[in-house]
């Protein structure tokens, strides 16, 4: 295949890589704002785009954030391409704060305190309690178990997943709306001027570089 790799990383580089990309997240950060600049589509619908993916990013849906962000897209009229190169508003380097400010505010909205033992954080729990990486772990193990039953002997075991979708799904999808809509309008109208005067200077320039052809 033309596009196929030659050296296969192995599955802990990727990981690796995931977490923390070759030449750091300056550089991946840098390419993303790159790609947005030289977008070819107007400013508005570009910060659609842009809009849409970082809302995306605030849902529990992880592994479907870019399904998510183009299906809003297509919903906002705004650029595709710019709506996955959203979602990287959602990265390791903020999961932690964009899940404690939606579980937060889903726990508020649906008059429940705030269970701070899901990021370790109630130090007044003595006994081992289930972080949120475990709830995510135990919900994704269940999943695979009873796939796995269907076809054998085993019983089917859904205490995980339950766990999962009263402490952390609900909370996390309802709580996740405010934020995410705050996140997405803030970051429309900061890139809608940012993109319109690179357009403008970008425009410029290539009329001085045909104009000194012309000459």
């Known amino acids: 295949m033309v596009f196929k790799r030659r050296d296969r990383r192995p599955i802990w580089k990727i ?7 070759r030449g750091g997240w300056a550089r991946a950060f ?6 947005l ?4 589509d107007t400013p508005e619908k570009i910060s659609r785009g842009i809009a849409a993916g970082v809302f995306a990013a605030f849902t529990p849906f992880y592994g479907l954030h870019f399904v998510i962000a183009i299906v809003l897209a297509r919903i906002t009229r705004g650029n595709i391409l710019a709506a996955l190169l959203g979602t990287f508003a959602g990265n390791p380097l903020t999961y932690i704060p964009i899940a404690i400010a939606s579980l937060g505010t889903g726990y508020w909205l649906l008059g429940r305190p705030f269970n701070a033992a899901l990021f370790g954080l109630d130090y007044s ?8 990486g475990c709830q ?3 919900a994704f193990a269940d999943i695979v178990h009873n796939f796995v039953a269907m076809f054998t002997v085993e019983t089917a075991d859904w205490t995980g997943l339950i766990a999962f979708y009263h402490e952390v799904f609900v909370p996390y999808l309802i709580g996740g709306i405010a ?3 705050l996140c997405a309008l803030l ?13 403008k200077r970008r425009r410029k320039a290539l009329q001085t570089k045909l104009d000194q052809l012309k000459k």
């Not at 990981?15 to 990309?21: C, R, T």
């Not at 840098?30 to 790609?35: C, E, F, L, S």
């Not at 600049?37 to 070819?40: D, F, K, M, Q, V």
């Not at 729990?125 to 949120?132: A, F, K, M, P, S």
């Open 37 to 40: 600049r030289r977008l070819p």
């Open 187 to 199: 970051s429309y109208y900061l890139f809608v001027p940012i993109i319109a005067v690179y357009q």
């Open 30 to 35: 840098g390419y993303v704002k790159h790609r």
């Open 125 to 132: 729990v003595t006994e081992d309690y289930c972080t949120l």
């Open 136 to 138: 995510f772990s135990n």
């Open 179 to 181: 934020p995410g809509l």
């Open 15 to 21: 990981v690796l890589d995931f977490v923390y990309p």
